[in-house]
């Protein structure tokens, strides 16, 4: 059976996914080299991978999250530091 479809609401509801996903969780999958784990992320919220690279909606949501998650680790550390 194919999926009809259209792009755009199959982009809707992947972005309406990562917003629950970011929702629900506190900071982003940050391995020790900085970048996000698309993978992980991916995973969590059952999109295919290269969904989260070419959605312009879902990039910026992504870039946003990681500056917080960054922050939020640099306060831990200064805090435990």
Known sequence: MTDTRSGKTIGQKYLSRIQSHLARSECLPLP????????SI???????RQSLYKSPSIRSLLA???DKS???LRKDTKLKG
Not at 32 to 39: A, C, K, L, P
Request: proline fraction near 5%; avoid cysteine.
């Open 70 to 72: 960054e922050d939020t």
């Open 42 to 48: 991916a995973t969590a919220t059952n999109i295919p």
């Open 32 to 39: 020790s080299d900085g970048m996000v784990n698309m993978s």
């Open 64 to 66: 946003d999250r990681k």
